[in-house]
């Protein structure tokens, strides 16, 4: 099985999420809690816990509302070069992981639809910042 990390990252994270909870319940020597549980643990993490409306939930633990300190995501720029590092990096995983024994694995499949969305992602990085003139 294989996981999306920046899913993780999103607001609807609940297929990977239950991803790693089928993951976990297969697991031996794995303490786990019940699923009925989890769906509370995956609301905690995103609602306000002090009692809220639902009509007026904060998601105050979510990645999205971190208090902003640090560096401007702007000044995160990567080169020309690193792109291409990366690009060159991911598709050779894709090859590997689309062709010979690996074809009809289903993981592997999974693995490649993650790597493209990746590959997909540098690209368009790559291109906003040769348009800026980076």
């Not at 904060?58 to 690193?82: I, L, M, Y």
């Amino acid at each position: 099985m294989v996981l999306d990390f920046d899913v993780f990252y999103q607001e609807h994270t609940t297929s990977e999420f239950l991803k790693l909870g089928t993951v976990l319940d297969a697991s031996e020597n794995v303490e786990v809690i019940n699923q009925q549980a989890r769906a509370c643990v995956l609301d905690a993490i995103f609602d306000n816990a002090s009692g809220t409306p639902a009509s007026a939930l904060h998601k105050v633990r979510h990645n999205s509302n971190r208090n902003g300190n640090g560096s401007a995501p702007a000044t995160k720029r990567f080169t020309s070069s690193q792109h291409q590092i990366m690009l060159d990096a991911i598709n050779s995983l894709v090859v590997r992981y689309s062709s010979g024994g690996f074809a009809q694995d289903p993981v592997a499949q999974d693995l490649v639809y993650i790597l493209n969305a990746y590959a997909h992602q540098i690209e368009f990085e790559f291109t906003f910042e040769s348009d800026l003139g980076n």
